[in-house]
Nanobody
Framework: QLQASGGGLVQDGGSLRLSCAISGSIFSIDTMGWFRQAPGKQRELVAGMTSGGRINYSVSVKGRFTISRDNAKNTMYLQMNSLKPEDTAVYYC??????????WGQGTLVTVFS
């Protein structure tokens, strides 16, 4: 019900845009966000946004990544600029409804090489 895409191989300093298509069967989304999990590490929040428009970023990506949503296309994005090797991870999109039901996308791999 969440379909993430857009990952790939990119050079240090490059950019990628991730997309998360949201199924029409998911209603009343309260919060959405992007998480990532690097090998051997726990999954961490990268960027999140509430239905009210509040946005937050992890310290490690603030100023480089931008989360956005296109309601007409029912899609959430993560624009990633100035990528670093330490950004290498599987990126997951997430949505939580007002009834606290959570959904995860299948993950998309981002690999940044120097």
């Amino acid at each position: 019900q969440l379909q993430a895409s857009g990952g790939g191989l990119v050079q240090d300093g490059g950019s990628l845009r991730l997309s998360c298509a949201i199924s029409g069967s998911i209603f009343s989304i309260d919060t959405m966000g992007w998480f990532r999990q690097a090998p051997g590490k726990q999954r961490e929040l990268v960027a999140g946004m509430t239905s009210g428009g509040r946005i937050n970023y992890s310290v490690s990506v603030k100023g480089r990544f931008t989360i956005s949503r296109d309601n007409a296309k029912n899609t959430m994005y993560l624009q990633m600029n100035s990528l670093k090797p330490e950004d290498t991870a599987v990126y997951y999109c997430n949505a939580v409804t007002i009834n606290s039901r959570g959904y995860w996308g299948q993950g998309t791999l981002v690999t940044v090489f120097s």
